[in-house]
């Protein structure tokens, strides 16, 4: 079964982790998810969903939520989780959003918590990591830990959609950053207008 690890950190945009994440399980795909305590509020002020406030409330809702589908929730603090190994196959990892602060820790090996962790294991075993930078402007700092990262291997999809398709909605710009990061991970999709598709 092809597997995904999907973290949502605490920046703002978490509905890029939600969407990725819903069409991932949609796929049949497996998906490891974890997320940041800070997330879990974020997600519940920018969407309007109500994830709990601690691992076990987010489990449970989870568990109904995604009932039907492959998905294999790990609390950030649980750093025995699979997805701390590399001895547990998946196909890459995305941190959708991805804070300035979980991508400096993850440029310099900083595992503080599962996500890191789980960053850090994807790097040393060569597999795909994708991160969607979120904030504006960009300090020089920021644009260093990028370039580390970049220089790593590490994929970087700034939270920057395009115009040309003429998006007549939020969903349409969201879709656009999904679909390229689906694209990155060699994962046929259709969900947004690709140039010059009519």
Sequence with gaps: ????????????????????LEYLLKEKYRVYLTLTH????????ELGLEWGAHFSETAEILKKRYADFD????????MTAPIASGSVPTQGMIVAPCSMKTL????????????ERAADVT??????????????PLSPVHLRNMLTLSEMGAT???????????????????????????????????????????
């Design 104 to 115: 400096a820790a993850i440029a310099h090996g900083f595992s503080s918590n599962l996500i």
């Design 38 to 45: 800070e997330a879990r509020f974020i997600i519940r002020d």
């Design 71 to 78: 998905l294999v929730y790990c609390d950030e603090k649980e």
């Design 123 to 136: 790097l040393k075993e060569k597999r795909p990591l994708l991160l969607i930078p979120r904030e504006t």
């Design 1 to 20: 079964m092809p597997s995904f690890v999907v973290a949502i950190s605490g920046a703002s945009g978490a509905v890029y982790g939600v969407r990725l």
């Design 156 to 198: 970087l999809i700034p939270a920057m959609p395009a115009f040309y398709h003429h998006p007549r909605s939020i969903e349409d710009m969201i879709d656009f950053i999904v679909g390229r990061v689906l694209d990155s991970l060699k994962i046929e999709n259709r969900i947004y207008q690709r140039w010059k598709e009519s």
